[in-house]
């Protein structure tokens, strides 16, 4: 994959949650929080936060949450 150009290195900054509405985001964010799951500060992101944390996210994704460390 490196010598396609992929960064190969392993990196454990989090994983970004996407979904197509507010309420399909925060009912997975809900499922989450019993698992002492390491949710990053702000909870569910919209908008410009959203497209901050994911630049290449398409129309599609509206809402989403980062877990972090993982």
Do not use: C, N
């Not at 490196?2 to 949650?17: Q, S, T």
């Not at 399909?24 to 799951?37: C, G, K, N, V, W």
């Amino acid at each position: 994959m490196e010598a396609a150009g992929v960064d190969g290195e392993a990196h454990k900054d989090g994983f970004l949650f996407a979904f197509p509405s507010r309420e399909y985001a925060a009912e997975a964010l809900a499922a989450f929080r019993p698992l002492d799951a390491p949710i990053a500060p702000g909870g569910v992101l919209e908008g410009t936060r959203l497209a901050e944390a994911e630049p290449s996210l398409t129309d599609g994704a509206r809402a989403g949450f980062v877990v972090e460390r993982q």
